[in-house]
């Protein structure tokens, strides 16, 4: 979102008319169009669309109501014509690019904590678009009893916050679990998305001292 973006142009062979259409129907005004050399549409010139030398069309600054389906049709001088479907999908990176567990801070950093009996652990991602998911995977485990709690999804405005905490009891005597908090997506890569896709934290029941452990 924020940023310009060309949807390509594949058509092959020379000699055609270009229309560029919103949406899976011809039956609208084209966007752009490119007739016998002459540059037209309902948004020519308007400053949120244009033709790129090669046919493609460009979103000079992509938002969330450019999000559709696009239609490219091209009219040859032999009467046959060539229809293409392009799908735009607006994303928005979280701030910051990764999930964050509450009690180590606010960095794409993992912690480790010298904790009571009981407590509570809380990862989220804020700001993204489309929705993610968070779930806490437990390793190391020696000693520690956990529940997770439901996920929470909450909107805003056009991105998504999301959070999973999870509860966790140790014994008396002393314990130690690794917790690793993971964020994923059905509907998106996560490579543009995010810089990491998890951030762990280490708890301890004794005298330790906080040592910050880098994420992969």
């Keep these: 979102m924020g940023k310009s973006f060309e949807l390509p142009c594949h058509v092959l062979g020379s000699n055609y008319d270009l229309y560029w259409y919103k ?3 011809t039956s609208t005004a084209p966007l752009l169009s490119l007739v016998d050399g002459i540059s037209g549409g309902s948004e020519y010139q308007k400053g949120e669309f244009e033709l790129t030398i090669n046919g493609s069309l460009r979103i000079i600054n992509s938002q969330l109501q450019h999000e559709s389906s696009y239609t490219l049709t091209a009219y040859f001088d032999n009467f046959e014509q060539d229809i293409s479907n392009t799908a735009l999908f607006i994303y928005s990176r979280p701030d910051p690019p990764c999930p964050l567990i509450d009690a180590c801070g606010s960095t794409c950093t993992g912690c480790q904590l010298n904790v009571t009996t009981y407590g509570s652990l809380t990862c989220y991602v804020n700001g993204s678009r489309p929705m993610m998911e968070v779930d806490w995977i437990v390793t190391n485990q020696s000693g520690v009893s956990f ?3 439901e996920q929470i999804h909450k909107e805003m405005g056009d991105r ?3 959070e999973k ?6 014994p008396d005597c002393g314990a130690d679990a690794t917790f690793r908090c993971i964020a994923s997506s059905s509907d998106f890569p996560l490579a543009p998305l995010l810089d990491t896709h998890s951030s ?3 708890i301890n029941t004794g005298n330790m001292t906080y040592t910050g452990l880098q994420i992969s």
């Design 23 to 25: 949406g899976l129907t």
């Design 147 to 149: 529940t997770k709690e």
């Design 160 to 162: 998504w916050y999301t």
């Design 165 to 170: 905490t999870i509860q966790y009891t140790t």
């Design 200 to 202: 762990t934290v280490r």
